[in-house]
């Protein structure tokens, strides 16, 4: 079937107001996740209905073409019949056993297939599980305490991480989180995303102190920010030279950038991976998993401690396993690739014709325009981004039926439901949206 036009000029957003309105009263500001609350954006946000293909529907009927995309997970778009169907099945046949299932082998096959690096997974439910859970394995495996990570990543909300992290604490401008004990807090180490002399500099302080450097290869949580020149390679000698390990977090960018995710493409292999989104197909799954002599100080195999009752879910894993079963197909990602390089050239095109103050940055089908004039490498000059004017134009592509992340320190993900013309109708509403907000007295 094919979905549904977007719904032309002007919106009308009552239901979703009305609904929100409801939701603040039984939802921690009216949201289950801070992303949503359109908190940098202004304004009401949206309430969702249903989704199809490339497109989401809002209680109001509204259609909008997707680049949120579950802010990761849905490379297939919404409600791809294939994983329609094998949950629709798993369903019938039990959502959760609390016990071992044939698909979690399957699954953990097909990622270790795909990511040589891993030899040994362990599925839990969200990616806040796994990074935490992988620091953990860290600091057992090497008896150090210290955590480096990079300004502007964001792995999770577990307090290791919830320093100067990015995403939605970069949106919320949240620079540390109340409630983390300072002592926890004191033991990661910020350092700048790009800066392999500053990494040097943190080890040179805490030679021999240091369990693991955590790094998202491809930056994606403060928009997108590409790794630069050798600094994915520094990090993997300067972590061996001093006995540390390396922890890459492709929540985002596994199975997303390549299908072996982004240490494929920079041929860096990690000590320990961490992957999510895209491995559930949009229901709840994450997972770590590096060389097995390293795996096995998990329990049971070792005393390192995790677990989880839902971990491994049959539906999830269903999920999971038929996305992965469509992204192995040939011409999968050149196709996907191909397309949103279309996106990227018809935007670069749009920016150097009006020469407006926006860099974009673009690694296969993620995406993020910045609204500053400076090239954008790390955290620092990405918060050079004038946010207000973000704001404005993430509201005129809305009204021009393009729904974006409502921050603008969030990837845009093209996928593989977004056709041709769909990417032509985005740069359209581009176009029009920089004439409204870059138009003198707008702001
Ligand atoms: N990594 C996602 C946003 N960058 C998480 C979404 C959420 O926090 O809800």
Known sequence: ??????????????????????????????????VRAFGAVGGTPLIFDHGAGARVFDADGNGYLDFVGSWGPLIL????????????????RGSSFGMTTELEIELARKII???????????????????????????????????????GCYHGHADSFLSQAGSGLATLGIPASPGVPEAIAALTLNVPFNNSAAVEEAFAKHSGEIAAVIVEPIAANMGVVPPEGSFLRDLREITLRDGALLLMDEVITGFRVAYGGAQSLFSIAPDITILGKIIGGGLPVAAYGGRRELMR??????????????????????????????????????????KSARLVQGLDQLLQGGNLPVRMNSVGSLLTLFFTPVPVRDFESAKHSDTARFAAFFW????????????????????????????????????D?????FREGVM
């Open 396 to 431: 005129e592509m809305l009204k021009r039926g393009v729904f974006l992340p409502p921050s603008q320190y969030e990837a845009w993900f093209v996928s593989a439901a977004h056709t041709v013309e769909d990417l032509d109708q985005t740069v359209q509403a581009c176009r």
């Open 1 to 34: 079937m094919t979905p549904p036009k977007p719904t032309p000029l002007p919106l009308s957003h009552s239901l979703s107001d009305a609904l929100f309105h409801e939701a603040q009263k039984v939802l921690v500001g009216g949201v289950n996740s801070p």
């Open 77 to 92: 778009g919404h409600t791809h019949p294939d994983v329609v169907a094998a949950v629709q099945d798993q369903a019938a």
């Open 113 to 151: 297939r795909a990511l040589p690096t891993i030899e040994n997974v362990r599925f839990v439910s969200s990616g806040t599980e796994a990074t935490m859970s992988a620091l953990r394995l860290a600091r057992a495996a090497t008896g150090r305490n210290y955590v480096v990570k990079f300004e």
């Open 433 to 437: 949206s920089f004439e409204v907000v």
């Open 297 to 338: 100080n998990v329990a049971p195999a070792g005393k390192v401690y995790q677990a989880g009752t839902l971990s491994g879910n049959p539906l999830a894993m269903r999920a999971g396993i038929e996305t992965l079963r469509v992204l192995e197909r040939p011409g999968f990602y050149e196709d996907l690739h191909r």
